[in-house]
């Protein structure tokens, strides 16, 4: 079955301070892997997807196939990086599943 | 180009009662689907639909009905509402065989309140 697992639920880090967000996944065939986040209250907004291999807002995200990992890092946090950060694997049937989410707080 | 607009953005339903959410989007996206956000469970799959006259069960299926009609409308039912149901609820689009090239695109939510 496809899933996708988050093991924080909440990460808290100091502005300026190096931020990983842990992602791995399940599926049986090639998954397609996006990171979304959502602001305070706001819809949720594609970050990444491992497919592109881009950068954005200083984000960056490797798919290891070995540790069926998909990570979120950042080298230096932003205070406006504080958000719910949710990882998602597109498989079978074109079904998007989400992670449980991580919480970010980065303090000043 | 609206993009995916749902209707209401709030809403308080008493047990028992029916209502409608409603989704629709402008991007002629085959693909559209309904999740539920609940804290520490990220969101869930609902209903999803891969065009016009063709829908199929996500997840947590119960308690909801869709139906797909048209390509831009994609409405989720609630029967019977009972207060498990109190959760945002998102609508998302996308358009097929663009595999990783475009993620889904959201609406801004509805917020559903059951007493």
């Known amino acids: 079955a496809q899933r996708v697992t988050q093991p924080e639920k909440l990460l808290s880090v100091f502005k300026g301070a190096p931020v990983e967000l842990k992602c791995n996944y399940s599926?049986?065939?090639?998954?397609?892997l996006f990171w979304y986040v959502q602001y305070s209250r706001q819809r949720l907004q594609l970050l990444l997807r491992h497919i592109s291999r881009e950068s954005i807002k200083g984000f960056t995200a490797d798919l290891n196939k070995g540790e069926t990992s998909f990570h979120l890092k950042k080298p230096f946090a932003q205070e406006e990086d504080s958000a719910m950060y949710y990882c998602a694997s597109l498989g079978g049937a074109q079904k998007l599943v989400f992670g449980q989410g991580t919480r970010l707080t980065i303090n000043p | 180009n609206a993009g995916v607009t749902q209707t209401p953005k709030f809403q308080v339903l008493k047990t028992g009662q029916s209502m409608t959410l409603q989704c629709a989007q402008d991007?002629?996206?085959?693909?559209m689907s309904w999740y539920r956000q609940d804290p520490g469970m990220g969101l869930r799959l609902i209903h999803y639909s891969v065009g016009a006259g063709i829908t199929d069960q996500g997840e947590v299926p119960n308690g909801y009905n869709v139906s797909r009609s048209t390509t831009e409308d994609f409405p989720l039912r609630l029967l019977s509402a009972a207060p498990s149901q109190t959760s945002v609820y998102f609508c998302a689009s996308r358009a097929l065989g663009t595999g990783g090239t475009y993620g889904y695109t959201f609406g801004s939510g509805t917020r559903l309140t059951v007493v």
């Open positions: 599926y049986s065939g090639s998954p397609e």
């Open positions: 991007m002629n996206h085959e693909y």
